[in-house]
């Protein structure tokens, strides 16, 4: 069935450095979403993207899909602290599949 | 519009017994999905439904079933508890296929 793998598990960073976590499905997606999960919160939808090779940002955050819609990541510039959070992508093929997430903490 | 509202927040339950979540969508979201969230694991797709139908089932046991009524509203149950039902459970509402999910703030269920 539909796979969704996301690496890393974790990730520490400085404040101020970058941080990216990168999903790939077994299966072209329909469309692939991401969400943020605050320590002790629900996932929270960020953005979704549909077309093949499409990037989108929203300020620090950079969001891709691949080109073969298989793959997606997830880029943040200048980590601040209240970026800390799990972040989940959610691959859609005939259901929407969650990826294992990946938390990230942010040392100030 | 009122979120996705999960009910109860907090339950602690002893192995063996049973328990039913109950999840009410944002109004006019036909689609409802459950989750269960263990730490390292994720958020684990229990089911979907969808106009009262399931329509989509995750690899749980058949101690995990669900319902949805004509309003939406949907219940998950879970009998005969095990310790590692220990989770927090997740309710998603969306107005249509594979669009954004509203997550419920979730059930925090506790199995002594």
């Known amino acids: 069935g539909q796979q969704v793998m996301q690496i890393p598990q974790y990730q520490h960073v400085q404040e101020g450095e970058d941080f990216t976590t990168y999903c790939n499905s077994s299966t072209t997606l329909s469309n692939i979403q991401w969400y943020k999960q605050r320590p002790g919160g629900h996932p929270v939808f960020l953005i979704q993207l549909v077309k093949s090779g499409e990037v989108k940002k929203q300020k620090r955050l950079t969001f891709q899909f691949g080109e073969a819609k298989k793959n997606s990541s997830l880029h943040i510039t200048a980590t601040q602290t209240t970026d800390v959070g799990t972040y989940f992508c959610a691959g859609g093929g005939n259901k929407l599949v969650f990826g294992a997430g990946t938390i990230l903490r942010v040392k100030s | 519009k009122a979120g996705v509202t999960q009910t109860p927040r907090y339950l602690i339950k002893t192995r063996g017994q049973q328990v039913t979540l109950s999840c009410s969508p944002i109004?006019?979201?036909?689609?409802v999905s459950w989750y269960q969230q263990t730490p390292g694991q994720g958020l684990q797709f229990l089911f979907e439904?969808?106009?009262?139908?399931?329509?989509n089932k995750g690899n749980f046991p058949g101690r995990f079933s669900g319902r949805q009524f004509s309003n939406s509203r949907s219940e998950m149950n879970v009998s005969t508890l095990e310790l590692g039902d220990s989770a927090l459970y997740l309710c998603?509402?969306?107005?249509?296929?594979?669009?954004?999910?509203?997550f419920g703030q979730g059930t925090r269920l506790t199995v002594v």
């Open positions: 998603a509402s969306s107005s249509q296929d594979l669009s954004e999910a509203f």
């Open positions: 439904y969808f106009s009262e139908t399931q329509r």
């Open positions: 109004s006019g979201h036909r689609s």
